[in-house]
């Protein structure tokens, strides 16, 4: 986190963040991010509603910020954006078609009740359902928590344990692609072990969890910071070009979520100086 809010202050990026049902907390929580200076933050959502609440921040008045969160980013018009209270399926494919990708991968920056941060995917229900999508999406993760000046510990969880194999087609299965995960890794150079069911474990040793496939994923996350006392930072998509932080409509703060996305614009910036 200490990176994050250095590289975030060192940038102070134009974020927008998409607003959809504004509230008092919900605001508050942005303009603690402007005024703490780690981003220049714009309100994308309905000036009425906002201007309801109330807000110095500058607003973007529409009543599609599923729209026009992906149409700034497409444009340059901001460094960075935020999906705030926006809704997920529409601002998500709209952000593919105009930035002309066909899938998205996204990783969540989360810490535990314990306060220990470590890195989550899949996250998204219809992500990592099958080994090539696993494959691809810890090769990205992995590529992305190294710009953090962090090697990465990838801890792959499957369904069971070991002692499990035959009671289910499905366990066998996780238990199997976990394996096959872990190896295929390792081949790679990067660090990675097998945990099996047992997340408790993995968390002692690896940075990046990877859960059996997506619906696993997103109920981790859910469990940890709505249920568990854990903090979900924001879930960064995976790409080169563009800085886009996802973040659930529950709970409601977002100042650590732009403060992400100012820093990962720093880092992208660092990289195109760099080449």
């Known amino acids: 986190m200490d990176v994050v809010r250095r590289r975030a202050i060192s940038n102070i990026a134009k974020v927008a963040i998409g607003v959809r049902n504004p509230s008092a907390k919900m605001i508050s929580s942005i303009e603690n991010a402007h005024n703490s200076g780690y981003a220049h933050v714009i309100l994308v959502g309905d000036k009425k509603e906002i201007d309801s609440v109330g807000t110095f921040l500058e607003i973007i008045n529409t009543h599609e910020p599923e729209m026009v969160l992906g149409d700034l980013l497409a444009s340059g018009s901001v460094d960075a ?3 705030g209270t926006a809704n997920a399926s529409g601002t998500l494919s709209h952000l593919k078609n105009v930035l002309g990708i066909d899938k998205l991968y996204r990783m969540a920056f989360l810490i535990s009740a314990d306060g220990v941060p470590f890195f989550l995917a899949p996250v998204g229900i219809d992500e990592g359902n099958d080994l090539s999508d696993k494959i691809t999406l810890v090769r990205l993760g992995v590529e992305h928590i190294r710009r953090f000046d962090i090697e990465p510990v990838v ?3 499957s369904g069971g344990r070991m002692g499990d194999l035959g009671r289910h087609e499905k366990i066998d299965r996780t238990l199997a692609d976990g394996d096959f995960l872990a190896a295929r890794l390792r081949d790679n150079g990067i660090c990675a072990k097998h945990y099996t069911i047992l997340i408790e474990d993995a968390i002692k040793e690896a ?4 859960a059996p496939d997506g619906i696993t994923g997103n109920l981790i996350f859910r469990t940890l910071v709505f249920l568990g006392g854990g903090d979900g930072i ?8 563009h800085v886009f932080v996802d973040t659930s409509r529950v709970g409601g703060h977002y100042t650590k979520a732009i403060m992400l996305a100012s820093a990962l614009v720093d880092m992208k910036n660092e990289r195109n100086g760099s080449n």
């Open 234 to 241: 924001g879930a960064p998509v995976l790409m080169d070009d």
């Open 81 to 83: 954006a935020v999906r």
């Open 207 to 210: 940075n990046f969890i990877f």
């Open 155 to 157: 801890g792959i969880l």
